[in-house]
């Protein structure tokens, strides 16, 4: 079905429709209701460029392949979903004129230069989400819904999508502004933050998951053992450490999740850093001290590897900072160094020893009559 440049004046009801071929909605304007509610489309389905001026209604509907919302515009309180799509969500370019409740199982949602201009809640479950250059006027909350969505009277068909594994992953906040976001049991593992900004104002609440270091022990320079402690890391820093050793793959141990081609250019040490230490204040607000340490540290290692805004005799300071207690995080590496010292004054003592006997006072004095020099020794114990 294609209907290109039309116009619907009254209600488009495709309730329950079975579309076995491509649906194109292209420039399409829907003067009344649009109802898809359990449509089910077997081919791509596109919206691109539409307007809905009046209700949206996609309740229950399947998409096995993809549907495209791009540069679409809804002028009312929009709801979308529970629906299912096997492949992606395209809202690329999209604009929302007032409040949006997007309830969606899918493999991918793009969101890159969408604009909510109103409130807007994406409840989503298995799906990759793309937030780059994206606009946020007024709070958005991205929540990974914990069970599969129902359509009373009946649960939703989640299928191909596994039932016990539903994260929502975000993969990019790349060059937008993330002071009006709210992040609920969202995983950060594949996400570039480079170009964000206002990181410090988002809110992350739940369970949230970085990449972390890696674990056991590797070889720097091809002998000298070296592991790391289990800290929250972003793709930027692994990316940087992999650049580094000189190639595109990441160090030992480390991994990092494919780089997006909107990254044309690795950020420097300081930018990093800049990154590390705004959300750092995000989890301070929060009053989650021990994630805070994380960011911390990162940040010190990217001053510690920043070549523009660290002076040299900084950077040695700070590889000092590191290598005595690791920037005051790594108690066991102070606790060892004590223990060092205090051998090495144990062996001092031992070796060279200490006077069997405390110096003893002694008084001078010069005798007039003969010009001579006497010494006395003074002893104050009891005879």
């Not at 709070?139 to 009946?154: L, Q």
């Not at 450490?241 to 081609?261: D, E, I, K, T």
Request: proline share 5%.
């Amino acid at each position: 079905m294609r209907l290109r440049q039309g116009r619907v004046r009254r209600c488009a009801h495709f309730g329950n429709g079975q579309f076995k071929e491509i649906a194109i909605f292209l420039q399409a304007k829907f003067g009344g209701a649009a109802r898809f509610e359990k449509a089910e489309f077997s081919d791509r389905a596109g919206f691109s460029e539409a307007l809905f001026s009046d209700d949206v209604n996609f309740h229950g509907a399947r998409f096995s392949e993809e549907v495209s919302f791009s540069e679409a515009v809804f002028k009312i309180n929009t709801v979308i979903g529970p629906l299912v799509c096997n492949k992606t969500i395209d809202l690329c370019g999209a604009i929302f004129e007032e409040p949006l409740t997007m309830e969606a199982a899918a493999q991918k949602i793009l969101c890159i230069r969408t604009q909510w201009r109103s409130t807007a809640n994406l409840r989503l479950r298995h799906a990759r989400l793309d937030l780059s250059r994206a606009v946020a006027s007024q709070p958005v909350s991205v929540t990974a819904h914990s069970g599969p969505f129902s359509t009373p009277p009946e649960v939703l068909n989640e299928a191909p999508f596994p039932f016990y594994q539903s994260s929502v992953f975000v993969t990019s906040l790349q060059d937008m502004d993330a002071a009006q976001l709210l992040f609920t049991n969202v995983n950060f593992s594949e996400c570039w933050f480079s170009g964000a900004f206002h990181l410090d104002q988002v809110r992350l609440e739940g369970r949230r998951v970085f990449l972390s270091t890696p674990s056991g022990v590797s070889l720097k320079y091809g002998f000298l053992p070296h592991w790391w402690t289990k800290r929250r890391t972003l793709p930027e820093e692994q990316l940087l450490r992999a650049q580094s050793s000189g190639n595109r793959l990441p160090p030992h141990g480390w991994g990092f999740p494919a780089v997006p081609n909107s990254l044309h250019a690795l950020p420097e040490p300081d930018v990093i850093a800049g990154v590390y230490r705004q959300l750092r204040k995000t989890f301070e607000d929060a009053k989650n001290e021990p994630g805070a340490a994380d960011f911390y540290y990162g940040e010190m290692e990217m001053r510690r590897h920043s070549r523009m805004e660290t002076s040299r005799v900084e950077r040695w300071l700070i590889a000092v900072y590191w290598a005595l207690s690791g920037y005051g995080l790594r108690a066991l590496r102070s606790l060892s160094w004590l223990a060092l010292a205090m051998a090495m004054a144990i062996l001092l003592m031992m070796g060279l020893g200490l006077p069997l006997e405390s110096p003893k006072q002694t008084a001078t004095g010069i005798v007039p009559a003969h010009g001579g020099k006497v010494t006395f020794e003074i002893d104050t114990r009891e005879s």
